[in-house]
């Protein structure tokens, strides 16, 4: 007489069944989703919210050390490209389900609930829905924070080079100077006189110099802009 193998799977089932009803296992999948959508739900909430500024209930065993980071380093990357960091609640960009996912995963991991959260965007995050490299943080306490999450697009290579004008007045002024004398040796010779001297080369240089100023100054007053070590974490500068 041959016996007949166990089915694992069915075994499993009637297991289950032993220990819940039918309807009880569909009440009690309904009830674990519901409360995963009600979770996710309070931490998009959390993420619009008001910051808080609280230190949140890491356990450091399980901290990764390349995912803290000081405010000074923050700052300095800020200013460096740039950047804004500034409360998620001012960040116009929709939050990706990854980036959900692992607030939840570090939610079970440390068994606490994250709240305070800040973002590292452009400018632009913050007042269109943009995807250029947002990185979001938790707060630790002591001016430390864990990255949580990175996600959209890197920054432009050459971004730090674009920005570094605008670091300071003095840096705007040597880039104002560059600026002016790569237009003035793009003046062909003879366009003022047949024969241009050093003098007028001069001359040319300052009218130069003046009007890219000019321009300069208009369009930073006109579109209300502000150097960088003054915006990193101001919210009420537009740019």
Known sequence: MLVKRTNIENRLRRQRDLDLKGDDILRQVERVFEEDRFRESAIINKLSGKDLSVANNF???????????????????????????????????????????????????????????KIIAPSKMFVLEKSDDPLLFAPMGNDYYYLVHKWGNDLHPLRRWLMWPYKSFENLIFAVFLVSMVATFLIPDGLFAKEQSFSQDVMVFFFMFKSIAAVVIYYGFAAGKNFNPAIWNNKFDKT
């Open 59 to 117: 356990k450091f065993d399980l901290l990764e050390s390349n995912r803290i980071f000081h405010i000074d380093q923050i700052r300095e990357t800020c200013i460096r490209y740039r950047l804004r960091f500034l409360d998620t609640k001012y960040f116009k960009g929709k939050y990706p389900q990854a980036a959900v996912a692992e607030i939840k995963y570090l939610e079970n991991v440390h068994e606490t609930a994250l709240d305070g959260f």
